[in-house]
Nanobody, 122 residues
Framework: QVQLVESGGGLVQAGASLRLSCAASGRTENMNIAAWFRQAPGKERELIGAVTWSTENTWYADSVKGRFAISRDNAKNTMYLQMNSLKREDTAVYYC???????????????WGQGTQVTVSS
């Protein structure tokens, strides 16, 4: 099992930056792909980015490409989501997730964090 804990959410103004963290513990060798999702009120959960843990290759949804960046620190078993130029529409609960299987980043994830709220005000 892998346990994931997000942190770093909060209330910021539009245009500001925020960095989320996702700390992993447990059987972290089961993490080959890790991802960030978000879910806004009344909307479906959205995959916004993913990273391959070993090579740090990244993928981003068009909605965040060029503004958000994923990185990971192997030594700390932590993944980050740097969010720049935040917009009101970025307001959501942000979740990190991970899985052992390879394949498309849109596939199912085995491990999930509890989520952290990000609210962007105008």
């Amino acid at each position: 099992q892998v346990q994931l804990v997000e942190s770093g959410g909060g209330l910021v103004q539009a245009g500001a930056s925020l960095r989320l963290s996702c700390a992993a513990s447990g059987r972290t060798e089961n993490m080959n792909i890790a991802a960030w999702f978000r879910q806004a009120p009344g909307k479906e959960r959205e995959l916004i980015g993913a990273v391959t843990w070993s090579t740090e290759n990244t993928w981003y949804a068009d909605s965040v490409k060029g503004r958000f960046a994923i990185s990971r620190d192997n030594a700390k078993n932590t993944m980050y989501l740097q969010m720049n130029s935040l917009k009101r529409e970025d307001t959501a609960v942000y979740y990190c997730a991970a899985r052992k299987s390879w394949g498309p980043v849109s596939g199912a994830y085995d491990y999930w964090g509890q989520g952290t709220q990000v609210t962007v005000s105008s």
